[in-house]
């Protein structure tokens, strides 16, 4: 221990306000995003906006592929122009934006004001990575990524809680608060963020992309490196329904008072908190298991599979997050919730870290970094096909109103179309009337005869894919070297 606390005083100031920034802005993040399908997708008559499913998977999945594009851009603008300087821009981006989505409702123009805060999430990202990594060095970088990524996941975990439990009063709520948390990284990076050193471009910006677009090319010539992230696709496309399809579902197909009845017999206070007025629990609080398991198991896991290869290790995890995410589609009894989430959080602790480590490893000695640079392109695939998947798939095999309509039609009941003076809670209503059940009595009479749940069959298609991809991907490699 006496080690470990004499490491933690050799890290600079700009390390530690770099980790607090990254808590905030980690924090505003997923407070929006783990809620966001829900908030694009949900009844207009609780404060939604009400979008169809098709429409809801097209904005986040291009979007945010987008975000995971444009730091290969971005990066060269903050390297000619200042960290310091970027990180202001970026912020007052980002707080703008959270703020401008709470006015917005047409599809249009939440389109296009969360695409320019991905834009300002564009700018911050290859910042304060770059910050981490001119503020570490041999002996200090092990520990001081390893204490970055445990505050990526502490604001990851408490963001959505703190707008999860805002938006039972109002959804602007769940804006305004992320809005507010980028302002406080605003004072920080004004007031105590010092420019740590880096390289001062004496090249014209347009030579710098020219050196970009040659970067790309140089690092794709290398069909392995490219294969493989072609293959990683699969595993983020799958990892991604945790944001983009899980919480609509447990939305819509689960009923969540049975938690909040175990908790409350067990916790009356803790149930009680972050439980809703109806004595449910919000579809994030229990999506954000997740992180939780990340924060209390991520260094065990990582200790496991040290021994591993890392390549054995991503397929290993890749395997295990499959499992775990077909099992967390598999029912409607939220109770299930704690095991599914617990194994997917299991899989995804023991392979996504070792995509990077691998990607060091294949890359030649002398273009380690730039082979990095670029192991984030798979993200940006993955949020692309995962917003179809989340969106017109999803629609057709799993949407509850999509397929209640389909009922209606087959029964021939007249029920007005859903539009601004008609919400989705008003169909579900009306339709109740005429069919003669409870909303919980439909629910389960649409699980039982449409099987919503076969879109987990899907996701775990794309998972298992992905590792028979990745196991001949690995076969044939050790075939090349015998």
Request: with cysteine.
């Amino acid at each position: 221990m006496p080690k470990f606390f004499k490491l933690l005083k050799l890290y600079p100031q700009t390390y530690w306000i770099s980790n607090v920034m990254e808590l905030f802005e980690r924090w505003a993040w997923y407070g929006m995003f783990m809620l966001f399908a829900l908030y694009l997708t949900g009844s207009t008559d609780a404060g939604a906006l009400g979008f169809s499913q098709t429409q809801k998977g097209m904005m986040m999945g291009t979007v945010v592929g987008l975000l995971y594009l444009m730091p290969i851009f971005t990066g060269a603008i903050a390297d000619r122009f200042g960290y310091k300087k970027v990180l202001i821009i970026s912020y007052i981006i980002l707080s703008a934006s959270y703020f401008a989505l709470s006015l917005v409702t047409s599809f249009y123009a939440v389109f296009i004001v969360f695409l320019i805060l991905a834009i300002g999430a564009s700018l911050f990202k290859p910042v304060i990575s770059a910050c981490i990594a001119k503020t570490t060095n041999d002996q200090t970088s092990s520990l001081g990524f390893g204490i970055f990524y445990m505050i990526v996941n502490i604001g990851a975990f408490i963001g959505p809680i703190v707008a999860s439990l805002a938006r039972q009063h109002d959804w602007k709520y769940v804006f305004y608060i992320s809005s507010a948390v980028i302002l406080i990284n605003l004072v920080l990076v004004i007031l105590f963020f010092k420019e740590p050193e880096r390289e001062i471009k004496q090249n014209k910006f347009s030579q710098e992309l020219k050196i970009i677009f040659k970067n790309i090319f140089e690092a794709l010539k290398d069909m392995k490196f490219v294969v493989f992230l072609l293959i990683v696709v699969g595993f983020w496309t799958m990892y991604n329904q945790l944001f983009y399809a899980l919480p609509v579902f447990i939305d819509q197909w689960m009923d969540t008072s049975i938690v909040y009845n175990k908790l409350h017999s067990v916790c009356p206070w803790l149930a009680e908190t972050i439980g809703t007025p109806e004595k449910t629990i919000a579809a994030e609080m229990l999506t954000n298991l997740d992180a939780m398991y990340i924060i209390i198991f991520q260094i065990a896991v990582s200790y496991f599979v040290m021994r591993l290869k890392p390549i054995h290790s991503i397929i290993s995890g890749f395997l295990v997050a499959t499992i775990g995410l077909f099992l967390t589609f598999s029912t409607n009894n939220p109770m299930f919730l704690f095991v599914s989430i617990l194994i997917f959080g299991l899989g995804e602790m023991a392979g996504s870290p070792k995509i990077t480590e691998y990607i060091g490893k294949i890359a030649p000695p002398n273009k380690t970094a730039l082979y990095m640079g670029y192991s984030f392109l798979p993200m940006a695939g993955g949020n692309y096909l995962a917003g179809i998947l989340s969106g017109s798939v999803y629609q057709k095999y799993s949407d509850k109103i999509s397929l209640l309509k389909m009922e209606v039609g087959s029964r021939g009941l007249n029920i007005p179309e859903i539009s601004e003076n008609f919400s989705q809670t008003d169909y579900i209503n009306v339709a109740c009337q005429q069919m003669n059940m409870s909303q919980g009595q439909l629910t389960e009479y649409l699980w039982t005869n449409y099987q919503p749940y076969n879109i987990g069959i899907i996701f775990a298609a794309i998972g298992i894919g992905t590792v028979i991809a990745m196991l001949v991907y690995n076969w044939y490699l050790n075939w090349r070297k015998a």
